[in-house]
């Protein structure tokens, strides 16, 4: 059974500080994946995207990809409390195929002023 | 305002109830989903249209029937649920179903409750 697995939280962070969020997938054939940010009570909403190991930024976010390692990060600097909120990874299996979306439990995710 | 629209937002149904759950997309897009959001437990895919084709039924019980009549309109209709059919559905629209990385819009959801 595909999985994708996420630490369920909370993480507590100052702040201010970077807020780490990681996700671990099984299918070693994973191509696309994508961290959706969902207020309590609210709808997820996409952050970013990524399906080459590596970095990319976009702001204060910024996506880690180890292909190798099976993992994908998230990471949130100079964290607001706005920030706060569950973070959903999705593996898609194949060229953002959204059909094929394999979905985390979620990280809560508490930013303390 | 996300571009997805979902009706009605809370929803309590006796089992022997029938009821629908409306969506509407003003995005211009070509594909929707039906996903449930269950605690403790990661979205499912319930339900895919593209260009108004069913491409996706994830054994969802036949309790559950969509329908899309066109590309920017989707509809669950329910009929003796169950109790542990109780979630939060939730709508979703994209431009297409793959290809390159797609972004998923979700409407806000109807929280359903079965009694």
């Known amino acids: 059974q595909k999985e994708v697995e996420q630490n369920s939280g909370p993480l507590s962070v100052p702040e201010g500080a970077i807020a780490s969020l990681n996700c671990t997938y099984s299918?070693?054939?994973?191509?696309?994946f994508f961290w959706y940010r969902q207020y309590s009570g609210k709808s997820p909403e996409l952050i970013m995207f990524?399906?080459s190991n590596g970095d990319k930024e976009d702001g204060r976010f910024t996506a880690q990809l180890n292909k190798a390692s099976q993992y994908v990060s998230l990471l949130i600097r100079d964290s607001q409390p706005s920030d706060s909120a569950t973070y959903l990874c999705?593996?898609?299996?194949?060229?953002?195929?959204?059909?094929?979306?394999?979905w985390g439990l979620g990280t809560s995710l508490a930013v303390n002023p | 305002e996300t571009g997805v629209t979902q009706t009605p937002r809370h929803l309590v149904m006796g089992m022997t109830n029938k009821k629908s759950l409306k969506c509407e997309q003003h995005?211009?897009?070509?594909?929707m989903y039906w996903y449930k959001q269950s605690a403790k437990k990661p979205l499912e895919l319930m339900f895919v249209?593209?260009?108004?084709?069913?491409?996706e039924n994830n054994s969802v019980p036949s309790r559950f029937s969509p329908e899309c009549p066109n590309s920017s309109h989707l509809f669950l209709h329910l009929h003796t649920l169950q109790p542990e059919d109780s979630a939060l559905y939730l709508c979703?629209?994209?431009?297409?179903?793959?290809?390159?990385?797609?972004?998923?819009?979700f409407g806000s959801g109807t929280q359903l409750s079965v009694l």
């Open positions: 249209y593209n260009f108004k084709e069913q491409t």
């Open positions: 299918d070693r054939g994973s191509q696309s």
């Open positions: 979703a629209s994209s431009r297409s179903t793959g290809g390159t990385p797609e972004k998923l819009f």
């Open positions: 995005l211009g897009h070509n594909a």
């Open positions: 990524i399906y």
């Open positions: 999705a593996v898609s299996p194949n060229a953002g195929n959204n059909r094929k979306l394999i």
